[in-house]
């Protein structure tokens, strides 16, 4: 059994959630926000979240887990066989985190939690997610998944890294970050369709 740690809003606590539910994974829930606290860091070195427990030991860093849940999950394959594939799918989910999670990330404090921004760290912000939104638009196939024919973990990523980074550009730039993407909105709504998504709504909202 897999427990896993962190707090029901964080989209990198939803992108593993959703793969182990995906993959047919039954796993305890233990609610815990990011901490420097000796007992957490024990389990996650960086105090981050989320971080799973395992029979072997605990894993941190959301792309690991998520490998991991490839490797020990009985549900649909999340990755494809082809080793290029699968290489092409981790391009995708790096360029979807380093050039669109990333800088959308220095736009939270104004966009969610009543902070302020400076003008240079939006100026910023606003030219690396049009670069990163370019980039996506080039290599995603959205045929109709964002790396082609079958849902990966790119998509996962994509679902819960773009639709935050939107809402971010739209309350601080006043940007609309997704009007020369709409194969990706047409995705996300797709992907929130899915039994998995519905369910972690349904937690966001309770």
Same mark, same amino acid.
């Given at each position: 059994?897999?427990?896993?740690?962190?707090?029901? !809003?964080?989209?990198?606590?939803?992108?593993?959630? @959703?793969?182990?539910?995906?993959?047919?994974?039954?796993?305890?829930?233990?609610?815990?926000?990011?901490?420097?606290?000796?007992?957490?860091?024990?389990?996650?070195? @960086?105090?981050?979240?989320?971080?799973?427990?395992?029979?072997?030991?605990?894993?941190?860093?959301?792309?690991?887990?998520?490998?991991?849940?490839?490797?020990?999950?009985?549900?649909?394959?999340?990755?494809?066989?082809?080793?290029?594939?699968?290489?092409?799918?981790?391009?995708? @989910?790096?360029?979807?985190? !380093?050039?669109?999670?990333?800088?959308?990330?220095? !736009?939270?404090?104004?966009?969610?939690?009543?902070?302020?921004?400076?003008?240079?760290?939006?100026?910023?912000?606003?030219?690396?997610?049009?670069?990163?939104?370019?980039?996506?638009?080039?290599?995603?196939?959205?045929?109709?998944?964002?790396?082609?024919?079958?849902?990966?973990?790119?998509?996962?990523?994509?679902?819960?890294?773009?639709?935050?980074?939107?809402?971010?550009?739209?309350?601080?730039?006043?940007?609309?970050?997704?009007?020369?993407?709409?194969?990706?909105?047409?995705?996300?709504?797709?992907?929130?369709?899915?039994?998995?998504?519905?369910?972690?709504?349904?937690?966001?909202?309770?």
């Amino acid at each position: 059994m897999i427990t896993l740690y962190g707090f029901t !809003l964080s989209n990198y606590v939803s992108m593993v959630k @959703m793969a182990l539910i995906e993959k047919e994974l039954e796993f305890d829930w233990v609610g815990v926000k990011p901490s420097q606290e000796n007992d957490y860091l024990t389990k996650s070195p @960086m105090g981050k979240v989320p971080c799973i427990e395992t029979e072997q030991g605990f894993l941190s860093e959301t792309n690991i887990i998520l490998e991991y849940i490839e490797e020990t999950g009985s549900g649909i394959n999340l990755m494809p066989t082809n080793s290029f594939e699968r290489a092409r799918v981790r391009e995708l @989910m790096k360029e979807i985190e !380093l050039y669109i999670e990333l800088p959308a990330r220095t !736009l939270y404090s104004e966009a969610f939690f009543g902070g302020t921004v400076s003008d240079e760290v939006k100026t910023t912000a606003k030219k690396n997610l049009q670069k990163g939104i370019a980039c996506l638009k080039r290599n995603g196939k959205f045929a109709p998944y964002v790396a082609g024919s079958e849902f990966t973990y790119a998509d996962i990523l994509l679902q819960y890294s773009l639709g935050l980074a939107s809402l971010s550009a739209k309350r601080v730039l006043e940007m609309d970050l997704l009007a020369d993407l709409p194969e990706a909105k047409q995705l996300m709504a797709t992907i929130s369709q899915r039994p998995s998504a519905i369910q972690i709504a349904a937690e966001h909202k309770a």
